[in-house]
Protein backbone atom coordinates (compact mmCIF):
# COMPACT_ATOMS: atom_id res chain seq x y z
CA UNK A 1 0.00 0.00 0.00
CA UNK A 2 1.25 3.50 -0.92
CA UNK A 3 0.95 5.86 2.29
CA UNK A 4 1.35 9.01 0.76
CA UNK A 5 0.18 10.49 -2.33
CA UNK A 6 1.52 13.42 -4.48
CA UNK A 7 2.42 13.20 -7.98
CA UNK A 8 6.76 13.78 -8.04
CA UNK A 9 5.56 16.14 -11.21
CA UNK A 10 8.78 17.14 -12.99
CA UNK A 11 9.34 20.68 -14.47
CA UNK A 12 7.32 21.26 -17.42
CA UNK A 13 7.87 24.60 -19.04
CA UNK A 14 9.99 26.67 -17.09
CA UNK A 15 10.52 29.78 -19.52
CA UNK A 16 10.89 32.56 -17.59
CA UNK A 17 10.43 31.15 -14.47
CA UNK A 18 14.10 30.12 -14.20
CA UNK A 19 15.26 33.49 -15.54
CA UNK A 20 13.19 35.03 -12.74
CA UNK A 21 14.58 32.88 -9.86
CA UNK A 22 18.58 33.24 -11.24
CA UNK A 23 18.07 37.15 -10.99
CA UNK A 24 16.31 36.70 -7.71
CA UNK A 25 19.27 35.37 -6.23
CA UNK A 26 21.32 37.42 -7.86
CA UNK A 27 19.62 40.51 -6.08
CA UNK A 28 18.40 39.11 -2.71
CA UNK A 29 20.71 40.51 0.33
CA UNK A 30 23.41 37.87 2.26
CA UNK A 31 22.84 37.61 5.62
CA UNK A 32 24.88 38.43 8.38
CA UNK A 33 28.97 37.89 7.50
CA UNK A 34 29.32 36.48 11.06
CA UNK A 35 26.76 33.66 10.38
CA UNK A 36 28.36 30.90 11.85
CA UNK A 37 26.88 27.83 9.68
CA UNK A 38 25.42 28.02 6.29
CA UNK A 39 25.96 24.22 4.71
CA UNK A 40 24.31 24.28 1.16
CA UNK A 41 21.94 27.60 2.20
CA UNK A 42 22.14 30.17 -0.07
CA UNK A 43 23.67 33.32 0.97
CA UNK A 44 20.22 34.82 2.23
CA UNK A 45 19.90 32.32 5.00
CA UNK A 46 21.83 31.31 8.12
CA UNK A 47 21.65 27.68 9.86
CA UNK A 48 23.11 28.41 13.55
CA UNK A 49 21.98 25.12 14.81
CA UNK A 50 22.93 22.93 12.29
CA UNK A 51 19.64 21.08 11.00
CA UNK A 52 19.82 21.90 7.43
CA UNK A 53 17.14 24.69 7.08
CA UNK A 54 17.41 28.57 7.42
CA UNK A 55 16.79 29.88 10.58
CA UNK A 56 14.17 32.02 11.76
CA UNK A 57 15.68 35.63 11.77
CA UNK A 58 16.20 36.59 15.16
CA UNK A 59 15.23 40.72 14.25
CA UNK A 60 12.00 41.14 15.01
CA UNK A 61 11.32 43.28 12.51
CA UNK A 62 12.66 40.41 9.46
CA UNK A 63 9.34 38.77 10.52
CA UNK A 64 6.46 37.80 8.62
CA UNK A 65 3.01 37.89 9.49
CA UNK A 66 0.49 38.62 6.69
CA UNK A 67 -3.21 38.96 6.88
CA UNK A 68 -3.45 36.64 3.88
CA UNK A 69 -1.67 33.28 3.62
CA UNK A 70 -0.73 32.57 0.14
CA UNK A 71 -0.84 28.24 -0.28
CA UNK A 72 0.53 26.46 -3.29
CA UNK A 73 0.76 22.35 -4.23
CA UNK A 74 3.47 21.40 -6.18
CA UNK A 75 2.85 21.78 -10.13
CA UNK A 76 0.59 18.89 -11.25
CA UNK A 77 -1.26 18.01 -14.54
CA UNK A 78 -4.63 19.78 -13.78
CA UNK A 79 -4.29 22.55 -11.38
CA UNK A 80 -7.65 23.54 -11.51
CA UNK A 81 -8.83 19.84 -10.22
CA UNK A 82 -6.27 20.68 -7.42
CA UNK A 83 -7.67 23.61 -6.33
CA UNK A 84 -10.41 22.07 -5.33
CA UNK A 85 -9.52 19.12 -3.90
CA UNK A 86 -7.83 21.30 -1.58
CA UNK A 87 -10.45 23.55 -0.17
CA UNK A 88 -11.69 21.35 2.84
CA UNK A 89 -8.37 21.70 4.11
CA UNK A 90 -7.69 25.88 3.23
CA UNK A 91 -11.03 25.73 5.08
CA UNK A 92 -9.69 24.42 7.88
CA UNK A 93 -6.75 26.03 7.66
CA UNK A 94 -8.23 29.30 7.66
CA UNK A 95 -10.23 28.49 10.97
CA UNK A 96 -7.32 27.58 12.62
CA UNK A 97 -4.97 30.85 11.98
CA UNK A 98 -7.81 33.15 11.91
CA UNK A 99 -5.87 33.95 8.70
CA UNK A 100 -7.60 34.63 4.67
CA UNK A 101 -5.99 31.79 2.79
CA UNK A 102 -5.30 31.98 -0.88
CA UNK A 103 -4.66 29.14 -3.13
CA UNK A 104 -1.85 29.67 -5.74
CA UNK A 105 -1.45 27.09 -8.62
CA UNK A 106 1.98 27.14 -9.92
CA UNK A 107 2.76 25.85 -13.00
CA UNK A 108 6.37 24.74 -12.80
CA UNK A 109 8.83 23.59 -9.50
CA UNK A 110 10.69 26.60 -10.31
CA UNK A 111 8.01 29.29 -10.04
CA UNK A 112 6.83 27.64 -6.86
CA UNK A 113 10.84 28.56 -5.50
CA UNK A 114 11.07 31.99 -7.04
CA UNK A 115 7.05 33.06 -5.38
CA UNK A 116 8.47 31.51 -1.47
CA UNK A 117 12.23 33.09 -2.08
CA UNK A 118 10.67 36.55 -3.16
CA UNK A 119 7.67 36.29 -0.15
CA UNK A 120 4.91 35.56 -2.12
CA UNK A 121 4.44 32.23 -1.21
CA UNK A 122 3.84 31.30 2.58
CA UNK A 123 3.16 27.41 2.54
CA UNK A 124 3.90 25.13 0.15
CA UNK A 125 3.92 21.53 -0.91
CA UNK A 126 7.32 20.92 -2.96
CA UNK A 127 8.15 17.23 -4.91
CA UNK A 128 10.10 15.13 -3.76
CA UNK A 129 13.39 15.86 -5.90
CA UNK A 130 12.58 19.79 -6.10
CA UNK A 131 12.34 20.12 -1.99
CA UNK A 132 16.10 20.18 -1.63
CA UNK A 133 16.07 23.30 -3.87
CA UNK A 134 13.06 24.65 -1.82
CA UNK A 135 14.68 24.21 1.23
CA UNK A 136 18.83 25.95 -0.21
CA UNK A 137 17.58 28.48 -2.59
CA UNK A 138 14.34 29.10 -0.81
CA UNK A 139 14.39 29.27 2.76
CA UNK A 140 11.63 26.19 2.83
CA UNK A 141 11.13 24.92 6.06
CA UNK A 142 9.50 20.65 5.79
CA UNK A 143 7.66 20.25 8.87
CA UNK A 144 4.86 17.36 7.36
CA UNK A 145 4.02 14.79 4.77
CA UNK A 146 0.76 13.18 4.20
CA UNK A 147 1.16 9.49 5.82
CA UNK A 148 -0.82 6.55 7.54
CA UNK A 149 -2.78 6.33 11.03
CA UNK A 150 0.48 4.55 12.68
CA UNK A 151 2.85 7.47 11.25
CA UNK A 152 4.31 5.44 7.97
CA UNK A 153 4.95 7.11 4.46
CA UNK A 154 6.39 7.34 1.03
CA UNK A 155 6.03 6.14 -2.26
CA UNK A 156 8.39 4.24 -4.31
CA UNK A 157 10.10 4.00 -7.59
CA UNK A 158 8.72 1.05 -10.16
CA UNK A 159 9.59 0.35 -13.14
CA UNK A 160 7.21 -0.18 -15.86
CA UNK A 161 7.05 -2.18 -19.50
CA UNK A 162 4.23 -3.80 -21.34
CA UNK A 163 3.47 -7.18 -20.17
CA UNK A 164 4.55 -8.16 -23.96
CA UNK A 165 7.80 -6.42 -24.33
CA UNK A 166 9.68 -9.13 -23.44
CA UNK A 167 11.06 -7.48 -20.91
CA UNK A 168 11.86 -9.15 -17.21
CA UNK A 169 14.04 -7.70 -15.60
CA UNK A 170 16.38 -4.88 -15.49
CA UNK A 171 19.53 -5.76 -17.98
CA UNK A 172 16.49 -6.23 -20.51
CA UNK A 173 16.43 -2.74 -20.86
CA UNK A 174 19.68 -2.75 -22.66
CA UNK A 175 19.16 -0.97 -25.71
CA UNK A 176 15.82 0.09 -25.22
CA UNK A 177 14.48 3.40 -25.31
CA UNK A 178 13.49 4.46 -21.47
CA UNK A 179 11.11 7.39 -20.49
CA UNK A 180 12.37 9.52 -17.74
CA UNK A 181 10.47 12.50 -16.55
CA UNK A 182 13.32 15.22 -16.20
CA UNK A 183 16.24 15.89 -14.51
CA UNK A 184 15.32 17.62 -11.26
CA UNK A 185 12.72 14.43 -10.59
CA UNK A 186 13.50 12.20 -8.16
CA UNK A 187 11.90 8.60 -9.28
CA UNK A 188 12.00 9.85 -12.45
CA UNK A 189 15.67 10.88 -12.74
CA UNK A 190 17.42 11.08 -10.03
CA UNK A 191 17.43 7.84 -8.51
CA UNK A 192 17.19 5.84 -11.62
CA UNK A 193 20.80 7.15 -12.23
CA UNK A 194 21.66 6.50 -8.80
CA UNK A 195 20.52 2.93 -8.69
CA UNK A 196 20.30 1.34 -11.77
CA UNK A 197 24.06 0.82 -12.43
CA UNK A 198 24.26 -2.15 -9.35
CA UNK A 199 20.72 -3.51 -10.86
CA UNK A 200 23.29 -3.79 -14.17
CA UNK A 201 22.20 -1.22 -16.36
CA UNK A 202 23.51 2.26 -16.30
CA UNK A 203 21.02 5.21 -18.38
CA UNK A 204 22.30 6.90 -21.21
CA UNK A 205 25.08 4.53 -21.69
CA UNK A 206 23.22 1.18 -21.59
CA UNK A 207 19.69 2.32 -22.92
CA UNK A 208 18.36 5.53 -24.34
CA UNK A 209 17.27 8.16 -22.21
CA UNK A 210 14.12 10.44 -23.27
CA UNK A 211 12.46 12.95 -20.95
CA UNK A 212 8.53 12.44 -21.04
CA UNK A 213 7.79 15.95 -18.98
CA UNK A 214 5.64 13.86 -16.58
CA UNK A 215 5.38 10.37 -15.08
CA UNK A 216 1.65 10.06 -15.99
CA UNK A 217 3.31 10.83 -19.73
CA UNK A 218 5.61 8.46 -19.22
CA UNK A 219 3.23 6.02 -17.88
CA UNK A 220 0.59 6.70 -21.34
CA UNK A 221 3.90 6.37 -23.87
CA UNK A 222 4.97 2.89 -22.17
CA UNK A 223 0.78 1.67 -22.95
CA UNK A 224 1.19 3.37 -26.19
CA UNK A 225 4.28 1.67 -26.95
CA UNK A 226 6.12 4.64 -27.65
CA UNK A 227 8.30 3.69 -24.57
CA UNK A 228 9.86 0.10 -24.29
CA UNK A 229 10.04 0.96 -20.50
CA UNK A 230 9.84 3.74 -17.51
CA UNK A 231 10.64 4.48 -14.40
CA UNK A 232 7.97 6.30 -12.30
CA UNK A 233 6.35 7.23 -8.65
CA UNK A 234 4.25 4.48 -7.70
CA UNK A 235 1.62 6.91 -6.20
CA UNK A 236 1.18 9.07 -9.36
CA UNK A 237 0.72 5.13 -11.09
CA UNK A 238 -1.72 4.18 -8.83
CA UNK A 239 -3.68 7.53 -8.90
CA UNK A 240 -3.98 7.12 -12.89
CA UNK A 241 -5.30 3.65 -12.39
CA UNK A 242 -8.00 5.02 -10.13
CA UNK A 243 -9.13 7.22 -12.40
CA UNK A 244 -9.05 4.31 -15.60
CA UNK A 245 -6.43 6.54 -17.54
CA UNK A 246 -4.50 3.17 -18.30
CA UNK A 247 -5.17 -0.76 -18.25
CA UNK A 248 -2.94 -2.33 -15.13
CA UNK A 249 -3.49 -5.77 -17.22
CA UNK A 250 -1.31 -3.98 -19.96
CA UNK A 251 1.39 -3.37 -17.91
CA UNK A 252 3.71 -5.00 -15.33
CA UNK A 253 6.14 -3.71 -13.08
CA UNK A 254 10.09 -5.24 -13.78
CA UNK A 255 11.68 -3.29 -10.49
CA UNK A 256 10.57 -1.58 -7.29
CA UNK A 257 12.65 0.22 -4.65
CA UNK A 258 12.63 1.00 -0.83
CA UNK A 259 10.19 3.71 -0.14
CA UNK A 260 10.83 7.37 -0.32
CA UNK A 261 9.55 10.47 1.18
CA UNK A 262 6.76 12.09 -0.66
CA UNK A 263 5.58 15.41 -0.93
CA UNK A 264 7.15 17.76 1.45
CA UNK A 265 4.64 20.61 3.17
CA UNK A 266 6.87 23.37 4.28
CA UNK A 267 6.57 26.95 5.23
CA UNK A 268 8.79 30.21 4.73
CA UNK A 269 11.80 30.27 7.02
CA UNK A 270 10.43 33.86 7.93
CA UNK A 271 7.57 33.54 9.19
CA UNK A 272 6.33 34.75 12.65
CA UNK A 273 6.91 31.62 14.96
CA UNK A 274 3.55 32.12 16.69
CA UNK A 275 1.78 31.87 13.16
CA UNK A 276 4.08 29.10 12.43
CA UNK A 277 2.43 27.21 15.44
CA UNK A 278 -1.05 28.21 14.66
CA UNK A 279 -0.08 26.69 10.88
CA UNK A 280 1.32 22.97 12.11
CA UNK A 281 -1.52 23.05 14.31
CA UNK A 282 -3.85 23.51 11.32
CA UNK A 283 -1.88 20.82 9.64
CA UNK A 284 -2.01 17.92 12.37
CA UNK A 285 -4.86 18.75 13.28
CA UNK A 286 -6.64 18.04 9.63
CA UNK A 287 -9.03 14.96 9.47
CA UNK A 288 -8.64 13.74 6.05
CA UNK A 289 -12.01 11.27 6.55
CA UNK A 290 -15.00 12.27 4.48
CA UNK A 291 -12.94 15.02 2.12
CA UNK A 292 -12.17 15.90 -0.94
CA UNK A 293 -8.38 15.66 0.23
CA UNK A 294 -9.10 11.53 1.68
CA UNK A 295 -10.56 10.67 -1.63
CA UNK A 296 -8.06 12.06 -3.98
CA UNK A 297 -4.89 10.71 -1.66
CA UNK A 298 -5.47 7.41 -0.71
CA UNK A 299 -4.15 5.47 1.79
CA UNK A 300 -3.26 8.40 4.14
CA UNK A 301 -5.39 9.34 7.33
CA UNK A 302 -3.08 12.64 8.04
CA UNK A 303 -0.19 14.52 8.58
CA UNK A 304 2.41 13.73 10.06
CA UNK A 305 5.99 15.44 11.11
CA UNK A 306 9.05 14.99 9.60
CA UNK A 307 12.30 16.96 9.65
CA UNK A 308 14.22 17.60 6.21
CA UNK A 309 18.11 16.37 7.86
CA UNK A 310 16.18 12.93 8.71
CA UNK A 311 13.79 12.27 6.23
CA UNK A 312 15.45 13.77 3.41
CA UNK A 313 18.75 12.08 3.35
CA UNK A 314 18.33 9.48 1.15
CA UNK A 315 17.41 12.16 -1.51
CA UNK A 316 20.05 14.61 -0.73
CA UNK A 317 22.45 10.78 -1.32
CA UNK A 318 20.93 9.98 -4.12
CA UNK A 319 21.00 13.50 -5.75
CA UNK A 320 25.03 13.63 -4.27
CA UNK A 321 25.51 11.08 -6.43
CA UNK A 322 24.20 12.57 -9.63
CA UNK A 323 26.35 16.03 -9.19
CA UNK A 324 23.36 17.77 -8.41
CA UNK A 325 24.01 21.57 -7.00
CA UNK A 326 21.47 23.23 -5.49
CA UNK A 327 21.27 26.22 -7.50
CA UNK A 328 19.05 27.96 -10.10
CA UNK A 329 20.38 26.35 -12.98
CA UNK A 330 20.17 22.80 -11.62
CA UNK A 331 16.69 23.30 -10.98
CA UNK A 332 15.73 24.94 -14.44
CA UNK A 333 17.05 22.14 -16.49
CA UNK A 334 15.37 20.63 -18.88
Not at 305 to 325: C, F, H, L, M, S
Request: glycine share 8%; with cysteine; hydrophobic share 40%.
Amino acid sequence: MTYAVSPTVCLGRLGTAALGLSALLLAAPAQAQDCPNRGQLDAAYCDANGDLVADTPSDPSALVNPDTLVFAYTPVEDPAIYEDIWDPFIEHLEDVTGKDVQFFAVQSNSAEVEAMRSGRLHIAGFSTGPTPFAVNLAGAVPFAIMGSEDGRFGYTLQVYTRKDSGIDEMTGLKGKRVAHTSPTSNSGNQAPRALFPSLGVVPDEDYEVTYSGSHDQSMLGVVAGDYDAAPVASEVVERMADRDLYDPEEVKIVWESDPFPTTSYTYAHNLDPQLVEKIEEAFFSFDFEGTALGEEFTGVSKFVPVTYEKDWAVIREIQKANGVRYTPQDLAKE
